[in-house]
């Protein structure tokens, strides 16, 4: 798409982009360049020399069971906050949906985790399962039930996820809800007339056409599950115990500035890249199509 | 009645309670760790460390966020807000005005490098800050900008979302209005500075809520780069407030502060909800 109409002149353009392409190229360009080639390096332990191992890292990396099992931890747990939070959303959604009025009210309430941040919202939720000071943790106590989630992995993922899809919820809703409210309610009311009951009516109406804000908020969970939830994980678990809740980008920052293993840093930095340009090539390609419908 | 309630859209009676019930449930899972942390920014270290605590606020209020506001733990929590605004501020009025600037040069020149210019700035749309960390904490540091606003800052700005978003608005604008300010002679920026800036008003206050949420909400970034106390921000300061090892965390300063960390981005959200909204429509799509 071109503007039919433009102006004249080749310096004031180039001058207008300057600022950003200043910004962007020392920022984001060489740094990320930078990523590329120190992957293919090992510095001495002394940082002074540079030495050529071509692709070692990333074979280092892929043969290093720490990393594989980062892989999986990362798939769990995105896949984990995707379908909690959009579940929950979703759920909240098709019954704000339902009612005439009061569904503003719901929807000013339920934004507020939006503004939480993830590293607070870790806090929040820590505090709740603090294992010596929790509410949570001691009622779970009374009722038998001995929760520790510094020494038990699955109950610290547990944590972890919750405590993400938490903050999740209302990005998730007012997309789900925008989705519901752009349905024709007479499509609905005619199969409501037919005798189609609720359900019926989700499954074969409703749900179909939401498929594309499904579709794309799967995607953009994914993304936020895998970059954004960094905060949540440093606050509560700092990616313990063991491992347990080390995912991809806790990694690259515990190698990287707590571990100082810059050419593995490097390379894991590499490996996300790709991830996420996949993600955005599968996002665009979905925008894309949806231009169409 | 069930079978009357499944037949009809719009709910009456029982169903009507059923869903708002639903809805409530919901709420108390949203609501429910922000209310306690501010029950804990209410009470006394002993009510909280002898569990289980109350769950109803206590008489301590003003004492204990006077406490995180003006001492904190490690820096008062007053000056980590003020570092939190000038970030969140600089992050989204800095990105703003570069977007707008470049977006119109895109649209309304043609001029050479246009077309890689743009694939260069798009391809920024595809790594957020935490993928090349490393690297970057490498430029920043050796600009010697640790520690300081323009080292938080402009890492952040350096993506092109924005420029999209833009760019996106000014193809909808009819082309007869620049057609007319090109008879009139008018120069291309009184174009932008009398047409095209007027017009974008509600782009701009959208983005602005959402660009103002990232900045005050980011964490690794400012962990990484402000050592020391006197430049945190008050959402990677929360962290810094527990102790290492076995001390007892001082829970109702440490719930202060995050009620604090959440206050501002809540009150831009809520006072500016339509906006918001239709931003985060528009942006993601």
Redesign the interface.
Known sequence: ?E?????K??W???L??L???V??A??????????VY?SLFIPDPFGLSMKWVGLGNFEYLLGNSYYRASFVTTAVFSTLVTVVSMG?AL??AV??D???K?SGV????????????????G???L??FNT????V???LGVLGYDWNHVLNGEEAMGLVVVASA?GR?S?NF??FL?ALQAIP?SV??AA?ID?A??WTRFRTIVWPLLSPTTF?LLV?NIVYAF??T??VI??ITGGGPQQSTTIL?YK??SD??VAQD?GS??AQ?VI??VI??AL?IVQFKF?ERRVHY | MAGVD??????RGL??WM??L??II??L??????W??FV?STVTQPE??K???P?LPGGHFFENYRRALVSGVNAPVAWMMLNSLIMALGIALGKI???L??A???????????RL?FW??FM?????V???????????ANFGMLNSYSGLI??L????TA?FLFRQFF?TVP?EL??AA?VDGAR??R?FWDILLPMSRTNIAALFVILF?YG?????WP??ITTDPSMNTI??G??QMFPSGDD?AD?PV??AT?IL??IP??I???SM?KL??RG??DS??
């Open positions: 798409m503007k039919r109409v433009t102006f002149g080749i004031l353009p180039l207008l982009v600022p950003q392409l910004v962007t020392v920022f984001f360009f060489y740094p990320a360049g930078q990523a120190q929950v759920y909240l019954l704000a339902r009612l005439i009061g719901y929807r000013t309430l339920l934004i507020w985790p939006y503004a939480v941040a993830p590293a607070v919202a806090v929040l939720w505090f709740m010596r000071v929790g509410v943790t001691w009622y938490w919820i990005y007012l997309f925008a309610r609905v009311e409501a005798g009951r609720f794309f953009v970059f954004e960094f905060g440093h606050t980008v690259v920052f990287g500035f810059l840093s490097a930095s996300l890249l996420v340009g955005t925008i | 499944s037949g009809m859209v719009e709910k169903g009507r869903t708002h639903g809805l919901g709420l899972f949203i609501f429910f760790p922000i306690l942390a804990a909280i460390v569990p289980p605590m769950l005005v570069i977007s600037l470049s119109f040069a895109i649209v309304y020149f043609k001029f050479p490098g246009r210019f260069l700035i920024t749309l595809m790594l957020p935490e993928v090349r960390i490393v690297p970057t904490y490498e430029v920043v402009f890492p700005i350096a993506s092109a420029t193809m082309d620049a057609e090109r291309p920026m174009f949420i005050w909400n980011q964490y690794l962990l990484l959402v990677m929360i962290k007892t829970w440490i719930m995050s960390a959440m981005p809540v831009v959200v809520i909800q918001f909204i985060l429509v993601e799509k």
